[in-house]
């Protein structure tokens, strides 16, 4: 038999609930206020688990920086039993916060619907394991629940990511879903209604609307949030700091945290590519058709360190830095070269000898 | 004086604009029925209470303080129904209680406020040539409130302050919270004030003593002290409930003052929204003045179901569908945002969160012009007629007085006309140009919207000197005037102001110009620079010639005429160049258009030609000829306007007869497809006709032209020669006849009557056929 810490070991990635399980005990053990049906703890605690603080001896870490204000606005619309949407930029942390909540909601994260162009209506309602329906007809062992389903029957919490790709009668199967609280089964003459609890968290990529966009009925069962880009400098830095950290250490990376002051240079690329100008806001630039998100700046990161690592010395250099920021902002189109060469001339040039080496690097990298 | 008697005294600390602090005012006044309520606000403005209170007036409305003379400073005191002073002012008059303001005087108040500011300023300098950051060794206000927030968990100051005083609903603890909290704040940023921002200490410190002082007159003449209550600001209830110093008369005397005046003038919603400083906390007037409906109703549970309810409404109203459902679930919401902070009711901030996750589906920008009605609303207040006498009436009634206008104050209409030039008769500076004076005040409040003066259009294209007016005045001007008080303190500032405000929203190159114009006639220079600046911006990215030349010739009637009114154009020129050169550069690529779109260019071209001939020593009159001559050789662009480029040409001898003679038998020869040969013709023929009428050369050569068309498209070129011919005048086309005729061999007396004579019937018919006529594809 194997112990429960075993089984997750080796695990590319730890859901939310197994990552925090000593802060959301600490969190339950001290638990004061009113808990809502359903839940494992009170809002002010999610709250505090996802925006950070300390309980007890206990130090809570942010799970989500920036805006805590939101994160209040998605509790208390799951307290009130309505569903869920995030939409964001993509790299805004939506799943991330999607899986945070409901591992602090509901203790399991894992009840998911990705979605994609071929998610089906089985896949949100039920389907047939059928060998056994050809056996015996339609018996209960024969059903196979959606993950929606279970969180329903188990008043819990079911995530539907990236919504907006999935056709729209797959979208519509979740209106009946959102409003009657019911799914029937008419081939076994029964319904499983949802117990108190229960609610769907969405997730929906802004640069995909106009794919399949989602009906207004649709649109009205939920709360929607939207995710904004981080606000300022010091809060992208911080939260591309935190997570390049976390995902280290679960890679087991043989390379050094980068420094502060790489951090800081790759995170000022991104915001002036990503707005459009410089930090000081004289000087007007081009943006690269692409998107370039905090996400990405955190792969990138994580990626020269694995480079730094198996190839070098374990340091960041330039040259893996270069690397990684031709990757992330030269998207196949010739476009963006001539954006990032612009770049490169027109700004990173003249920011003087600290930006010299990582100037010369990129300059080689996008000849 | 006894300082037990001034202990007993009420005190009652509030936010300037609260709504719960006017229900437990009102509250505490019933149950104390005291004799006198004194009131935070300038003591020379006793006289208005009355005013306030009087059933013609709807607030919101201000007291607003203004010197005499020039600076003018103002200083308002606004109130809204929900004021806890103006609810007190009501009880008052109500409940036969004696009613006072017993702050410093305004004539006080605006000489300390201008200190203020100064010593503001200088604190700024120093701190900037110490290179020291502000803040880093005094305690900051904004600081302190967000720290307050912060310790309470909540976002902003604003919003702890509504959930913990303004929906509080027990009876006396926003009282007690307010002088607890007054304390504290005190004794945090006392020591602080005292040494770091000395000026402000001071200022408070002379307040307080002048109220102390008041309130202790209040009991010397015969109120008793535990049937006074006294209304101010939550900052200095702590201060006067304290026994402390007390000021003499003496010191009285030594305040610095400048004699104001005082009136009270409708005020809005939108300025009270948009005014900082005086009880901040005043971002969402409507939101709070349906708070306090509700309160006096005493269902304040169902402010969020209105407030939710009338967003939704508004946005049905302007086409966007929101169901009931959906305002329902955003109730739903803001109670349970309001729990997370353990708050009764939802505030502002959870309502507006709300409404924008539900009926904005996530996004603010659906919903901000709802939000903006719903919070901030469009109410003006009024006041009984003849109440108000604002700075900017004064400024009026001063220069009308000065410009020797007074007599035209009447309601009947009069004609008044001005001669804007120097009046070299009278020896004084002020007589030389009073016209002009004159004019530039009646341009300004035309400007400003107030129906005084009409300009008449003058039947005189050309005499620029002149103007006609027709002056009128009405109690709706007297309004307007009124009203213009919000906009600034004299005629000139509030001009400035909305120009400004123009010159900021200004997208077009023509608005851009016309603006010009405006601050050239209102002579505001400084604003005239900055519609420069506009236009020379807007300038920058436009490629529209016909836009270019139209604000290139409102530039040059400026320079050309704005010497009469004394302007300095100089700086205009170079901008005049600028456009001039731009609209050389794109005259090419315009010129391909079509003939819909030529009329307009002709027109352009006209000015652009004119430009070049009145500014020859700025514009670059070289490149003009030359891109005419580029236009006027090319086959590919619109005949009608290389024709006309090249009457451009004919006319300035910028080509020979040669060259001419050259180009017309190049464009009529035979094999030309009509619409071309026809075309061009018709653009030539649109200016100097003489020029054309003296070339005999030139008929022969149409003449060959027109014969060597086949039938069918003689019907074609028919149509433009009809059309450019029906222009001239019947001499011009007595003239054209004389020389066919001499072309053709008839008496000239013959061709003319058959070519100016009426049409046979059969030729009518024919005529009306062409109107059927099929333009293919061009």
Known sequence: MVTSQEQWQDMMCLPAEQLYQEEIAALKKADKGKIPVGWQMSPQSVLTFITGGKVGKTVITPKYIGNKRLVEMAIATLVTDRALLLIGEPGTAKSWLSENLTAAIYGHSGLVVQGTAGTSEEHVRYSWNYAMLLANGPTPEALVQSPVMRAMEAGGIARFEEISRCASEVQDALISILSEKTISVPELGREVSARKGFSIIATANT????????????????????????????????????????????????????????????????????????????????????????????????????????????????????????????????????????????????????????????????? | MNSVATAAVHIFGVRHLSPGGSLHLLELLQELQPTAVLIEGPSDANSEIQHLTNRHSTPPVAILAFTEDI???????????????????????????????????????????????????????????????????????SSIYSRIATIAGEHDYDMYWERNYELNPSKGVYREAIIAFSTQMRELTEEDE??????????????????????????????????????????????????????????????PSRKTKLTLMPYSYYKLSSMSGYGAGNHAPHYYEMMWERMQTNTLEELP?????????????????????????????????????????????????????????????????????????????????????????????????QLKLEKYKTTVATDLSLDLRENRRVTSEESTFLD?????????????????????????????????????????????????????????????????????SCSTIAEASWLIRTACDCRMLEQMETARQTLQRLAADSRDVIQIAAAAKELSMIIGYGGLRRMDTARLLPLLEQLFMRACLFLLDAAQCNDEAATDMMSAMNELNRISLEHSEQVDESLWLQELLHLSERDDRNPRLSGFACAILMERHAITAQQCAEEVSRRLSPGIPADLGAGWFEGLSQRNRYALLSR?????????????????????????????????????????????GELWGVHADQAAEILTGELKEDEVKMIDELNDFDFEDF
């Open chain 2, 436 to 504: 002009l004076n004159r004019s530039t005040l009646l341009h300004r409040l035309a400007w400003l919207g107030i129906s005084f003066a009409k300009l008449r259009p003058s039947g005189q294209e050309h005499a620029t000197w002149a103007e006609y007016w027709v002056i009128q005045w009405s109690p709706e001007v007297e309004i307007q005037v009124v009203e213009s008080t919000l906009l600034g303190e004299t005629i000139e500032v509030a001009s400035a102001y909305v120009l400004q405000q123009k010159l900021d």
């Open chain 2, 696 to 740: 005999q050369s030139l008929w022969e050569q149409l003449n060959a032209y027109i014969v060597s068309l086949s039938d069918d498209e003689f019907a074609r070129a028919l149509v433009f020669l009809r059309r450019a011919f029906s222009s001239f005048a019947p001499r011009e086309k007595t003239m054209i006849a004389e020389l066919l």
């Open chain 1, 207 to 367: 640069r995909d609307r106009g794919v399949n966009e989602m009906s207004a009925a649709l649109k009205r069962r939920f709360n929607i949030l939207i995710l904004p880009t981080p606000s300022d400098m010091d809060t992208e830095v911080e939260i591309v700091k935190k997570r390049v950290r976390e995902i280290a250490s679960s890679y087991d990376l043989q390379a050094a945290v980068p420094a502060d002051e790489a951090l800081i240079k790759v995170v000022t690329i991104f915001r002036e590519l990503r707005s459009g100008m410089t930090l000081d806001k004289k000087e007007k630039l081009k943006s690269p058709a692409g998107v370039i998100s905090t996400a990405e700046a955190i792969s990138l990161l994580t990626n020269s360190m694995a480079l730094a690592a198996s190839f070098g010395n374990g340091e960041i250099t330039d040259e893996d830095l270069a690397a990684g920021l031709q990757g992330a902002i030269v998207k196949d189109d010739v476009k963006d070269k001539l954006v990032w060469k612009e770049y490169l001339d027109n700004v990173m040039k003249k920011r003087g000898a600290e930006w010299r080496g990582l100037y010369t690097a990129c300059k080689e990298m996008n000849e």
């Open chain 2, 305 to 401: 179901y209105y407030y939710l309810s009338s967003i939704a409404r508004w946005m049905r109203e302007t086409g966007n569908h929101r169901s009931t459902a959906e305002v329902i679930e955003a109730v739903r919401l803001a109670e349970a945002l309001a729990a997370l902070h353990g708050g009764s009711a939802p505030t502002l901030r959870d309502l507006r969160d709300a409404a924008q996750t539900l009926l904005g589906r996530g996004d603010l920008s659906v919903i901000a012009e709802a939000l903006a009605r719903v919070d901030v609303g469009t109410a003006i207040g009024s006041l009984a007629e003849g109440v108000s006498q604002t700075p900017i009436q004064d400024d009026l009634n001063r220069m009308l007085k």
């Open chain 2, 71 to 141: 600076p003018v400073r103002t200083v308002l005191w606004p109130f809204a129904a929900y004021s806890p002073e103006f609810q007190a002012m009501k009880w008052a008059a109500e409940n036969g209680a004696h009613a006072a303001f017993i702050d410093l005087p305004s004539s006080v108040t605006v000489t300390m406020q201008q200190l203020r500011l100064e010593a503001k300023e200088n604190v700024e300098e120093e701190e900037t040539e110490d290179g020291k950051p502000s803040g880093s060794d005094s305690f900051d206000d």
């Open chain 2, 194 to 255: 005292r040494q770091h921002q000395r000026v402000e200490y001071a200022y408070n410190a002379v307040r307080e003593a002048y109220m102390r002082r008041q309130i202790q007159d209040t009991i010397a003449a015969g109120h008793e002290p535990n049937r006074i209550v006294v209304v101010c600001g939550a900052y200095h209830a702590a201060a006067l409930a304290q026994d402390s110093y007390v000021m003499t008369d003496q010191e009285w005397t030594h305040l």
